[in-house]
């Protein structure tokens, strides 16, 4: 890499002028009490903070901020320390994913509008990291990333136990009659034992996992627990290596290549990653312009074996992963499948410091002759119930029903399914199929993680503990199930999901990659002519705007004037 210290760099548009422009934008800066030296061409480097008292996952990043700081100070660089805001996944209604897009367009806006040379993001929460990613990507500066951490393992009756995947065990216990309801309490306290993002492979633990795989962090960003002393030391050193990559001009599109997506692809597979990675990575690629399709996912991930014994895949938590060895482990064992030679922020290439790299339980990362599943990357199903693409994530759904032709129940929105699911006289068995409908990006809006529905408590009752269950909706990627998510075009677009009725027969084959709705190709144009579409009640503000613009799963549910970038170049003064 170059290193031109030379090389006058962006913020000096603001502070370098001898006029009055530069007056006032150094005067009002030095009320802070910035030296003169502060603004003589060193690095001003931003530090994007979505810390949060609403956001658990983000609450400590206030703390890991000033470790950013340090590191900045160290390597003769000014940081600039400014909020975003904070998308608490277990908070906000109707879902955090409608207001990923709205990040990424505050953070993008802030980065371009302000004297900034790069960027380091800090956050956490399953929204945080990739709408960060998204509007600093639409910007073009360096950047790397600093993820909150996971949490300590939640600890109940003498066993481990993980944030969501349990929550969702439990509730089912509850409902089916074998767990009380004063035990389920006691476990709530048990859970979250310390600030950090679930300790499961969620939604959070994959986009941390992967911003390491894809060269945007630094080694052990994606598994470091939150409390951990050595991620205040990550903070440091990042922040430090920030202010070098200004020198050698290291924007984020030389870090986040074809090559880097790719890798994340195969090692989202690998550790059993979040289905949730999916739209975030195409939704990240839009922005750089990396022709990234639904379809790379199945062709890249298909053969991938798991080698992460984590839930809700496998057994063991977050704190169990990185004290075993974290991303570098799987980055070494999947070696000869990956881009060795994409490029990291650490200044060198992905495999550069791979031959050191050790496990230390194979039973929790495990070898490629003896993996948790020989094949776990996400599957695309294809066929004319979802002619745009459907996924299913095949290590988390049960075996017997990867081949699988039922007889559909169909829920209209969310409020039917709540209204129906526990009616003992509900018409379904353990055959049937599970259908909700509204719940894609329009029609919720905002594409919540409610499929994977809870079962009829009647079926619970009698054993059952997974059925068939298909959506236009996401689901967390801390649950498991046998979960069809991503159905496109959504209900609420006409796709033919809206058109399913009551009784259909539907045929789920994984292996072949279809799902099919087994009725006459003239009944589904029958039906398509009398659909109507709903209306909707958001008549203004952000979600008119956002269910006015937001593109389909396939296309990672960004809006579609966001796809793409800007730059970072703004010519007129503000005075």
């Known amino acids: 890499m170059s290193n031109d210290k030379d090389r006058k760099l962006r913020s000096q ?20 009490g910035f030296p003169d030296h502060a603004f003589d061409g060193r690095p001003v480097i931003g530090i994007c903070n979505t810390w949060s008292e609403i956001t658990p996952c983000n609450s400590h990043l206030r703390d890991i901020a000033e470790f ?46 302000n004297p900034l040379d790069g960027v380091v993001l800090l956050g956490g929460c399953d929204k945080t990291t990739p709408g960060q990613v998204m509007g600093a990507a639409s910007v073009n500066l360096p950047t790397a990333v600093i993820s909150s951490g996971p949490m300590l393992n939640g600890k109940y009756r003498g066993r481990d136990i993980g944030s969501g995947t349990d929550v969702w065990k439990f509730s089912e216990q ?6 009380s309801l004063p035990e389920f309490l006691n476990a709530e306290s048990c859970m979250s034992r310390s ?37 205040r030391v990550l903070a440091h050193l990042t922040g430090k290596r920030l202010v070098e990559m200004v020198h050698e001009d290291l924007t984020i599109s030389k870090v986040l290549t074809r090559e880097a997506f790719e890798n994340a692809i195969k ?58 060895g974290g991303v570098p482990v799987v980055l070494k064992r999947l070696a000869d499948r990956l881009h060795l030679d ?3 922020i650490s200044g060198g290439r992905i495999g550069d410091a791979l031959d050191a790299v050790e496990c230390f339980d194979d039973d929790v990362i495990r070898p490629m002759d003896n993996p948790v599943r020989p094949a776990a990357g996400i599957a695309v199903l294809k066929g004319n119930l979802c002619p745009n693409g459907a996924i299913i994530k095949p290590s988390a759904a049960s075996e017997s029903l990867l081949k699988h032709r039922g007889r559909a129940v169909v829920f209209e929105t969310i409020e039917d399914f709540k209204a129906r699911i526990d009616d003992p006289d509900l018409d379904v068995d353990e055959n049937s199929i599970l259908v909700l409908k509204g ?43 046998t979960v069809v998510l991503h159905i496109s075009p959504e209900a609420n677009e006409g796709g033919p999901l809206a058109l399913v009725q009551n009784g259909d027969w539907i045929e789920l084959d994984v292996e072949a990659r279809q799902l099919h709705l087994d009725i006459p190709p003239d009944e589904l144009i029958q039906r398509q002519t009398e659909w109507e579409a709903p209306e909707t009640p958001h008549t203004r503000g952000y979600y008119r705007l956002y269910i006015d613009h937001v593109l389909q799963a396939e296309h990672g549910a960004d809006l579609d004037f966001l796809v793409g970038g800007s730059g970072h170049i703004v010519t007129r003064e503000s005075h």
């Not at 509850?174 to 767990?179: C, E, F, I, L, S």
Request: net charge neutral.
């Open 439 to 481: 719940c894609g990006p329009k029609g919720y809006p905002g594409m919540p993680e409610v499929g994977n529905m809870p079962l009829p408590p009647k079926l619970l009752e009698k054993g059952v503990t997974d059925m068939v269950r298909l959506s236009d909706a996401r689901m967390s990627g801390t649950a498991f199930g």
């Open 13 to 32: 548009q603001w502070y370098g002028k001898l006029d009055r422009d530069g007056f006032i934008h150094r005067s009002w800066m030095k009320s802070q």
């Open 267 to 324: 090692v989202n597979a690998a550790i059993g990653g979040s289905t949730n990675a999916v739209v975030h990575l195409l939704a990240m690629a839009g922005r750089l312009g990396i022709d990234l399709t639904l379809e790379d996912f199945d062709r890249l991930g298909r053969e991938i074996p798991l080698l992460i014994n984590l839930m809700p895949s496998g057994k063991y938590l977050m704190e169990d992963f990185h004290y075993n």
């Open 68 to 113: 950013v700081k340090k590191g900045v100070w160290e390597a003769g660089g000014v940081p600039l320390e400014f909020p975003a805001m904070s998308l608490g996944e277990t908070q906000m209604r109707p879902t955090a994913m409608l207001f990923r897009n709205l990040l990424s367009m505050e953070v993008e806006e802030s980065i371009r509008a």
């Open 342 to 344: 994409a490029p990291s």
């Open 195 to 231: 600030v950090g993002t679930c300790m499961t492979m969620g939604t959070a633990s994959t986009m941390a996992s992967l911003m390491e795989a894809m060269g945007l962090s630094l080694p052990l960003n994606g598994t470091l627990p939150a409390v951990d002393s050595r991620r």
């Open 174 to 179: 509850v409902r089916a009659g074998t767990m």
